[in-house]
């Protein structure tokens, strides 16, 4: 493909541009159980709209626009108010989830690094923290969790060492959809003078309203020192948005870039990007302010409605949580069924299909738009439980953001995945 040497007319661009998503998931008709969150269509439209409305300004300066400045603290606010509503916090708006414990580990480093090097984090935490690590110059030590797929508390602690910069823990953790206890661990942690970050980037704008639920996650647990909570989750904002709080000024401190002496000007950061659109934030604002409280609570009443059914129908056939979720992500399974050859048959009939390892497990991730597709899914899993097809080995080896049917040909599986992420830019049209 090469630059058009005429400008193509607008009608050829815009069939260019939907031929495109041709092979997309189409989320829209609930085929698909991650990726993409939303609160119907009406719900949509307005936060595209407001979006839209702030999509050219420029985040890199709130000086130029003031409105994003408010926009941001505003989100925070509220997202504060939900998470920790009796304690003080220090926020910055970020991109998501993995900007937001990057950022956090930053903060961390140049704010309390003193010479330690090491983040402290359950198997299950996501694998932004090892991103994170990787290049702020840090390392990672995995510890393994328990029975429930949950931290264990008395791991965690005798990991923490004196190189340790910080401990990382979720709610809940996106493999299997529990969270870790917060409350001890951020106990022990505190008395060896460490901070603990909490990873509530799917949690935490749904725990708060889970009727039963009611464990405190946030900065108002002892020793919690910094949260992240995504809003383009199961805050319903447009993609690219998270609010990251911090228990202490000076940790927020931590995490900016500071530089005065460029021939440019002064440069004050708070992100990692430099130049970034208003439109997450703009959207992040409208959606809130749209649902409210109730609104959240109703959507999460819906949502655990439609897990209980997706739950109990599975379970019917023999495929069930691996282990009990706190909300409305788990991973299912089953001993005596191929579940890569039930992956594999669902999509074949247009699902797509997530599925993980250790233990091979289908992942869910329930959303409003899938409680009217709930029983035509069932349906589906039943007929392919009685007729799997056969495995196919390609299918092998679960993938977080890679469905599992791409065959890249490769053995090594991080060759694998290189090829995968190479084949996004080397596309040939």
Known sequence: MTLPEQGLPVDEVLRRVEQAAAADLPWREGLGW???????????SLVEAAGARYADANGLSHSAFPSLAHFESEVLEMVASIVHPATTSHGIFTTGGTESILLAVKAYRDARGEGRTTIVVPRTAHPAFGKAAQLLGLRTRVVEVDASRRADPGALAAAICDDTLVVGVSAPNFPFGVVDPVAPIA???AERGVGVHVDAAVGGLF?????????????????????SVDLHKYGYGLKGASALMFATKELRHGAYFLDTGWPGGSLASASVTGTRSGRAAAGAYASLLRLGHCGLRATVQEIMATTGRLVRGLGALGITPVTEPDMSVFAAGCESI?????????????????????????????MHRHAAIVDRFLTDAAAVVADPPPRSEASAGGAYGVM?????GAADPIEALKHYLDGRYDQTS
Not at 34 to 44: I, R, T
Not at 349 to 364: I, K, N, T
């Open 34 to 44: 991650s990726l993409v969150y939303n609160a119907g269509e009406d719900h949509m």
């Open 404 to 408: 599992v049917r791409t065959d890249t």
């Open 338 to 366: 191929d579940i890569r050859a039930v992956a594999r048959g669902l999509q074949q009939r247009g699902w797509w299909m997530d599925v993980q390892s250790d233990p091979d497990a289908l992942h869910f991730v329930v």
């Open 207 to 227: 725990l708060p309203f889970v009727d039963g639920f009611g464990k405190p996650f946030g900065l108002d647990v002892p020793g919690v020192t910094s949260v």
């Open 187 to 189: 106990a022990a942690a």
